[in-house]
């Protein structure tokens, strides 16, 4: 017996939610809502070509560009149908930004007739994390049948059903390939933008729908992989600023023993724990961790005042500009040879609060401010020896310069 569209529409979402319950439980109480294509909850981002026709969003022509939701999303499960024609080529943006490559610089799910492309890559198939992540099979049906997709986006595990098959199920804090990190950092975003991104060919999507979930956490619970440097109580982990690098090597263990020893009788009276933040009078020296290290993903929520300035410094060197001025915070402040300023201002206004997320690979640094990518793979340069190399490893600074300093949130990921 032939059952009607609804209803193997209806089927297949079930089957999708079961399997996703199977493998990470569902939030008890979530709703999920329709989310229709018009023009109050969407906008262009390029130049797409697409018309939506009784509910149908349809991508057909040369244009370029997406379409994408006006507000971000964090946590969320999403399911849609979609049909291709023929060779045709889409994607779903996920958590991406305005302006950028999707695929890059946030999440792209490959939408694709997969039977007109002959891919060895199964990062190149429906259903994958373009570029990113591999699909465990090919699962989309001929051009000119209607599929659907289930994905689920909690922290950074991501999951897509097509077709009832279970595709993708990864820890994206699994995936540590240099090049790929530095390439296609985007993926690791904690919010954005959901879109459609238009390539090639007559794509059409329906039924979409979505639920958001909870993605709150308790103040400085550092997430899935990574470590708190801060653990809201007290300033275990952290020790006064006495000398820096140079002068230090010069030191014997003896030396430097003794001379920690009085900088942090001595200095740490300025940094205190209040609230769970870590808090800075605007008097004494840096504050710095006890241990070294190489490459991380490094969280840092900070709040300064009007006329605010400090910095992060990595590898015992300097730093992530942190500052109340009209060039904006993030930037690779002492760089001489390459790009010291940011890409772009995205500071919130002085006295509320900011976060860092610093990508430390080899030399290079990649820097989001508040979701928005103001350094990009760009070398940070030896400050105290310029014509040596970066140090392999190295501690973090968290820089006093004179003005009271909040910080809170302080994760880290060695890679």
Request: proline share 6%; net charge neutral; with cysteine.
């Given at each position: 017996?032939r059952r009607?569209?609804?209803c193997a529409?209806?089927s297949?979402a079930?089957?999708?939610i079961a399997?996703?319950?199977?493998?990470?439980?569902?939030?008890?109480?979530?709703?999920w809502?329709?989310?229709?294509?018009?023009?109050?909850?969407?906008?262009?981002d390029?130049?797409?070509t697409?018309?939506?026709e009784?509910?149908?969003?349809?991508?057909?022509?040369?244009?370029?560009?997406?379409?994408?939701?006006k507000?971000?999303y964090r946590d969320?499960?999403?399911?849609?149908e979609f049909?291709v024609?023929?060779?045709a080529n889409?994607?779903?943006?996920?958590?991406a930004?305005?302006g950028?490559?999707?695929?890059?610089?946030g999440?792209?799910?490959q939408?694709?007739?997969?039977?007109?492309?002959?891919?060895t890559d199964l990062?190149?198939?429906?259903?994958?994390?373009?570029g990113?992540?591999?699909?465990?099979k090919?699962?989309a049906?001929?051009?000119?049948?209607?599929?659907h997709?289930?994905i689920r986006?909690?922290g950074r595990?991501?999951?897509t059903?097509l077709?009832?098959e279970?595709?993708?199920?990864v820890?994206l804090n699994?995936?540590?390939?240099r090049?790929l990190?530095r390439?296609?950092?985007?993926?690791?975003?904690?919010?954005?933008?959901i879109?459609f991104i238009?390539?090639?060919g007559?794509v059409?999507?329906?039924?979409?729908?979505?639920r958001?979930?909870?993605?709150d956490?308790?103040?400085n619970?550092?997430?899935?992989g990574f470590t708190?440097?801060?653990?809201?109580r007290?300033?275990t982990?952290?020790q006064?600023?006495?000398?820096?690098?140079p002068?230090?090597?010069?030191?014997?263990?003896a030396?430097?023993?003794?001379?920690?020893?009085?900088?942090?009788a001595e200095h740490?009276k300025?940094?205190?724990?209040?609230n769970?933040?870590?808090?800075?009078?605007?008097?004494?020296?840096?504050?710095?961790t006890?241990?070294?290290?190489g490459?991380?993903?490094l969280?840092?929520d900070?709040?300064i005042e009007?006329g605010g300035d400090s910095g992060?410094?990595?590898r015992?060197t300097?730093q992530v500009?942190?500052?109340?001025n009209p060039d904006?915070s993030g930037?690779?402040?002492n760089?001489?040879?390459h790009r010291?300023n940011?890409?772009?201002?995205a500071d919130?206004?002085?006295?509320?609060w900011?976060?860092f997320r610093i990508?430390?690979l080899g030399?290079?640094?990649t820097?989001w401010?508040?979701?928005?990518?103001v350094?990009h793979?760009t070398?940070?340069?030896?400050?105290w020896d310029?014509?040596?190399p970066l140090?392999k490893?190295?501690?973090?600074?968290?820089?006093?310069?004179?003005?009271?300093?909040?910080?809170r949130?302080?994760f880290?990921?060695?890679l």
């Amino acid at each position: 017996m032939r059952r009607s569209a609804r209803c193997a529409w209806a089927s297949i979402a079930l089957t999708g939610i079961a399997l996703l319950t199977t493998s990470g439980a569902l939030p008890a109480q979530s709703e999920w809502r329709p989310l229709p294509f018009n023009e109050t909850d969407w906008q262009r981002d390029g130049l797409p070509t697409y018309r939506i026709e009784n509910g149908t969003l349809i991508f057909e022509g040369d244009g370029r560009g997406r379409l994408m939701t006006k507000r971000t999303y964090r946590d969320f499960e999403l399911q849609l149908e979609f049909r291709v024609s023929e060779g045709a080529n889409n994607g779903i943006a996920l958590r991406a930004p305005i302006g950028f490559q999707s695929s890059r610089y946030g999440m792209e799910i490959q939408i694709l007739d997969d039977g007109g492309h002959l891919q060895t890559d199964l990062r190149r198939v429906c259903g994958a994390i373009y570029g990113v992540y591999p699909a465990r099979k090919s699962a989309a049906r001929p051009a000119g049948e209607w599929n659907h997709i289930h994905i689920r986006c909690q922290g950074r595990r991501v999951q897509t059903i097509l077709n009832g098959e279970t595709l993708i199920d990864v820890d994206l804090n699994t995936i540590r390939d240099r090049e790929l990190l530095r390439e296609r950092p985007g993926f690791l975003r904690e919010e954005g933008h959901i879109g459609f991104i238009q390539h090639n060919g007559r794509v059409e999507f329906r039924n979409l729908r979505i639920r958001e979930l909870p993605s709150d956490r308790p103040l400085n619970q550092p997430p899935d992989g990574f470590t708190a440097l801060f653990n809201g109580r007290d300033l275990t982990g952290w020790q006064s600023w006495y000398a820096d690098p140079p002068e230090m090597s010069r030191m014997t263990d003896a030396e430097r023993q003794q001379a920690q020893a009085k900088a942090n009788a001595e200095h740490l009276k300025h940094w205190r724990v209040e609230n769970g933040e870590l808090v800075f009078d605007g008097q004494g020296v840096h504050l710095v961790t006890e241990r070294a290290y190489g490459d991380f993903e490094l969280w840092i929520d900070w709040n300064i005042e009007r006329g605010g300035d400090s910095g992060i410094y990595l590898r015992d060197t300097p730093q992530v500009q942190i500052w109340d001025n009209p060039d904006g915070s993030g930037g690779l402040f002492n760089n001489e040879r390459h790009r010291s300023n940011p890409l772009t201002k995205a500071d919130n206004p002085p006295g509320e609060w900011n976060r860092f997320r610093i990508l430390m690979l080899g030399d290079r640094v990649t820097v989001w401010l508040n979701e928005t990518l103001v350094v990009h793979d760009t070398p940070l340069e030896s400050y105290w020896d310029k014509s040596a190399p970066l140090p392999k490893e190295g501690r973090i600074w968290l820089q006093a310069h004179g003005t009271p300093l909040r910080f809170r949130n302080i994760f880290i990921r060695p890679l």
